[in-house]
């Protein structure tokens, strides 16, 4: 009836022929004009803006000469006149230094002459020449690197002002989108690949990792380069590929700008990185939490395990409480917090929401700088204890702590608890990771001296309806919270 209806009201006239023709031509332009937008056909346009920013770095190692080759022939082969003559001339000369030489990219971000690549094309060099695409070598020296994220800011003196690049929002990057990479791929000179944003917010083993994946071809000599998008602005530093040949596979990962700028900035500006320092440890929300937390309304934030001295402790964090939000964020998990907290100016007051005992706590915490709070390590002392009581529960065997435990696990003096001495294989404790020698130290989010203690947090639990129980476990000293099933 409506396909009748429409046929009999839809004009029928040569002017309307004709309008109808046009408006068709209309949309078939359109339509090709969205679809030149969308797959550009050509990037030379791009290729011969940008280029003059990208560059060549060259490095030189002195390196202490190593012997020759030991593997000599059996005694009274005809050969073996021969190879201890070789072996001979190369013990001469194997004590001498020798220089070695590496390849990679970078790119120029100011007039006069700052110049980005990755830590690792540089480090340890003696010397490094940065080669210019329309000519010419220039000597660089380091300003300062960061192991963290791979990135390294150099700086060479030119009397004319250098061509530079911008860095864009890489926050703005989509999947799907066109990029560009250039860079010094297996020694070959400057060379240019495209491809598109594959995925985004890749991590792959540092605590800033934030890795826009693209399939753009990159190789070795590539590190350090740019990942342009169509607007000519450098969104990522292209540092690492996974490949089982070493060679590409379309699977190419670019530190994201949106970390690159911080840390070039604070080399620029200190010559050394300042990350904010919170002063936790922290382990992400599980689903198997949700339950035994009380006022945990779904698995996100950061779970405190442990706060040692500084920043967190001084404004009264404790351990089991969940980060919610830092700063005015919401914290969904660890990996977001520790990025965020380290791009926090060192010594800000922040407020940091979180949950305690089924309560929102708002703490006021100013922070510390990481790279000063690293590598601390609390000291261990034994002390006398009792002598110890032993049960099973909920599939681990179970014991208070003695002089020789504390020896034996090298625990520090403060630390209280129950010695799981045996686990259960057939048990969720099993399971969950649970091994002989880690130290349960908190039930319920409430202290553990004894094993009543333990016995009478199961007993709230049940009478609380509560299908899991949360457990502060420690191992080699580091903390970890595991909810174990209560219905075994």
């Keep these: 009836m409506f396909s009748d209806t429409l046929t009999d009201t839809r004009p029928n006239t040569p002017l309307w022929r004709a309008t109808w023709v046009t408006l068709v031509a209309a949309v078939v332009v359109v339509a090709q004009a969205v679809s030149a937008d969308a797959r550009p056909d050509s990037f030379a346009d791009l290729a011969d803006e940008i280029s003059p920013a990208v560059v060549n770095i060259t490095t030189s190692t002195v390196v202490a000469g190593r012997t020759g080759p030991q593997g000599i022939v059996p005694e009274g082969s005809p050969f073996e006149d021969f190879f201890r003559e070789f072996q001979d001339r190369e013990d001469e000369n194997g004590d001498r230094p020798r220089r070695t030489s590496a ?3 970078g790119f120029v971000i100011s007039a006069d002459g700052y110049v980005v690549t990755n830590n690792h094309v540089i480090e340890g060099a003696d010397e490094i020449l940065v080669e210019f695409f329309e000519g010419g070598e220039l000597p660089a020296k380091v300003i300062g690197t960061d192991k963290n994220t791979d990135i390294a800011l150099l700086k060479v003196e030119s009397d004319e002002p250098l061509d530079f690049v911008e860095f864009g929002n890489s926050d703005t990057a989509r999947v799907g989108d066109w990029v560009m990479a250039m860079g ?6 400057f060379s240019v690949s495209a491809g598109i944003v594959s995925q985004r917010g890749r991590s792959l083993q540092g605590a800033y990792d934030d ?6 071809a990159i190789n070795r000599g590539n590190s350090g380069g740019p990942l ?15 490949s089982p040949n070493g060679g590409s596979i379309g699977i190419g990962f670019s530190m994201a700008s949106n970390v690159v700028t911080k840390v070039v900035d604070q080399l620029q500006q200190f010559g ?21 937390v009380e006022g945990l309304k779904n698995a996100s934030g950061a779970m405190v395990t442990d706060v040692p001295e500084g920043p967190a402790m001084e404004a009264g964090m404790q351990s089991g409480d969940v980060i919610l939000t830092f700063d005015g964020t919401d914290v969904k998990d660890v990996r977001g917090l520790v990025r965020t907290v380290g791009n926090t100016t060192v010594g800000k007051a922040v407020d940091v929401l979180v949950l305690r005992n089924g309560d929102e706590v708002t703490l006021s915490v100013t922070l510390g700088r990481r790279e000063e709070a690293e590598g601390a390590v609390p000291a261990s002392q034994p002390v006398p204890s009792d002598e110890p009581v032993t049960k099973q529960i909920l599939g681990l065997t179970l014991s208070e702590l003695t002089d020789e435990l504390r020896a034996e696990l090298d625990l520090d003096d403060k630390v209280d608890g ?11 404790a099993f399971e969950k990771g649970l091994r002989a020698g880690d130290v349960l130290t908190e ?11 333990l016995e009478d947090r199961i007993a709230e639990a049940g009478e609380a309806g509560r299908k899991s129980l949360l457990l502060l476990v420690r191992r080699a000293g580091e903390p970890r919270f595991v909810a174990l099933n209560l219905e075994e």
Aim: cysteine-free; charged content about 20%.
């Design 443 to 453: 039930a319920g989010q409430q202290t553990l001296d004894n094993m009543s203690d």
């Design 184 to 189: 010094n791929p297996l020694g070959q000179g």
């Design 418 to 428: 129950l010695v799981v001495t045996d686990v259960d294989e057939a048990s969720s």
């Design 103 to 105: 390849l990679g990219s």
């Design 272 to 292: 050394e990185t300042r990350r904010g320092w919170l002063g936790v440890r922290i382990q992400d929300v599980t689903e198997d939490m949700v339950d035994a």
């Design 211 to 216: 890795y826009i994946q693209t399939d753009a």
């Design 228 to 242: 342009f998008n169509m607007d000519g602005d450098v969104i990522g530093v292209n540092t690492a590929i996974l």
